[in-house]
């Protein structure tokens, strides 16, 4: 994927409107309409709710597949940079990464997007929500990340 499809604007925009919605994190759940601009659902995970904002954050030009752990192999099928998360967090120049958590164990995988910093996700406890990335770093897991634009 050009790595001009991925548009900051409606990215954060979507990211921002989603998070009024007060959707919660459920392990498993999708959205149900994931080309609706507002999908139904009370509840979405990590990966479902990731899927969503890239489509609608580049127009409708890319669609993941579901679960991080899909999602993970089509990025590296895609042949997208790889980077040093830390690198990741200190780019201030409105860069979009994809990072991911492997499964370990009963541990489940994770997926989120990074942009100045910042995280957007769907995670336990908290639902749709941003965190600073710096908090990722500290939990004891190999990040794999990698630079959508």
């Not at 998070?19 to 509840?43: C, D, S």
């Not at 989120?112 to 897991?141: F, Q």
Request: positive net charge; glycine residues 12%.
């Amino acid at each position: 994927m050009p790595e001009h499809l991925i548009h900051l604007y409606n990215l954060q925009n979507r990211f921002y409107l989603s998070t009024l919605w007060g959707v919660r994190y459920r392990m498993g759940a999708k959205f149900q309409g994931i080309n609706a601009e507002h999908p139904i659902g009370r509840h979405v995970d990590c990966s479902g709710y990731i899927r969503w904002l890239l489509l609608h954050g580049s127009g409708g030009e890319f669609l993941l597949p579901d679960g991080s752990v899909n999602q993970h192999a089509f990025i590296l099928q895609q042949g997208f940079p790889v980077r040093e998360y830390s690198k990741a967090l200190m780019n201030t120049n409105d860069a979009v990464y994809i990072n991911f958590f492997r499964p370990v164990g009963r541990i489940a995988g994770h997926v989120w997007l990074l942009c100045n910093g910042e995280t957007m996700e769907s995670r336990w406890g908290k639902g749709i929500s941003s965190r600073s990335g710096i908090s990722m770093a500290y939990m004891g897991r190999r990040i794999y990340c990698y630079r959508l634009s």
